[in-house]
């Protein structure tokens, strides 16, 4: 039992110098004054202050939250269904579904997020299409609806693998034993197949909502810059305008965010949980 203990020692080590380490950095920071260096230190709230009583910074936080709210509930909306048809194909036909949904993520985000600006621009392939439907005044790129369908595209992928695993794992014989007690397939969903596949959709959730809400190259591509979120704006303290304080503070803010979304996700999963039981 005691070598196992010490196998686990170099991972301490290591998480302690890329995780922890970093974190207390980013928070001594954010509890100084300008200037970017640690020493001499003189503790502070002017950042977090200063974020809290600025409308313009708690606009986009509203924003950033917004938008990532939106991106979860579509990529749920999308993915519950794609990963229940997964689910229930041919062992072979489900094998091929989830390496062509796992195939776009192979090629690097940056690079993927640059040809939907291709795609929605003026004289791109969708809004060609839209006008050839009859709207003739379309403009999507830099806009909401761009940034938005950036991250839907992104993201959708963590969401549908997430359910589609909670899927695969389901006892079939409970439909089974459901159908002969008279259950038909609207009622097996509702009462089997949509609570077993709860913690998957939970795991979806957690890892669609926190990267959208942090995301700063997608707003800032597809957005064109006209579309800040909060990302943009830690983004830019640190590296245009050179306020690592304040764009620490901001930081430190997300993390608490982040965080206290898991907790809620995880603790709505943990209820839910019990009242199947």
């Known amino acids: 039992m005691k070598k196992f203990r010490q196998l686990v020692i170099p991972y301490v080590i290591w998480a302690s110098l890329m995780l ?78 989830v390496l062509l949904i796992t195939l776009p993520m192979w090629i690097n985000m940056l690079v993927r997020t640059y040809a939907w600006i291709g795609l929605l621009s003026n004289d791109g392939v969708i809004v060609g299409f839209l006008k050839l439907l009859g709207f003739k005044h379309v403009s999507i790129l830099y806009s ?10 992104n993201f959708l992928p963590f969401m549908i693998l ?22 038909n397939k609207r009622e097996s969903f509702l009462r089997i197949v949509l609570p077993l596949s709860i913690s998957g959709v939970v795991s979806g959730i957690t890892l669609v909502f926190l990267p959208a809400v942090s995301s700063f190259f997608i707003p800032k591509l597809l957005g064109g810059g006209q579309y800040f979120l909060i990302g943009n704006v830690i983004e830019n303290q640190f590296i245009t305008v050179g306020e690592w304080n304040f764009g620490s503070a901001i930081s430190m803010i997300m993390a608490v965010i982040m965080m206290l979304s898991m907790y809620l996700v995880r603790k709505a999963d943990r209820k839910s949980g019990k009242e199947e039981m």
């Open 144 to 153: 909401e609806t761009a940034v938005l369908i950036g991250m839907v595209y």
């Open 20 to 97: 922890l380490l970093p974190m207390l950095l980013i928070f001594l920071y954010s509890l100084m004054k300008q200037g970017n260096t640690i020493l001499p230190f003189k503790l502070t709230f002017h950042n977090y202050v200063r974020f809290f009583t600025d409308p313009d910074f708690l606009l986009i936080l509203v924003r950033s939250l917004g938008i990532a709210l939106k991106t979860t509930v579509i990529c749920l909306l999308l993915g519950y269904p794609i990963a229940y048809f997964m689910a229930n194909s041919k062992p072979k036909t489900g094998q091929k579904l």
């Open 162 to 183: 997430q359910i589609h695993t909670s899927l695969a794992k389901m006892d079939k014989s409970l439909l089974e034993a459901a159908a002969d007690l008279g259950a």
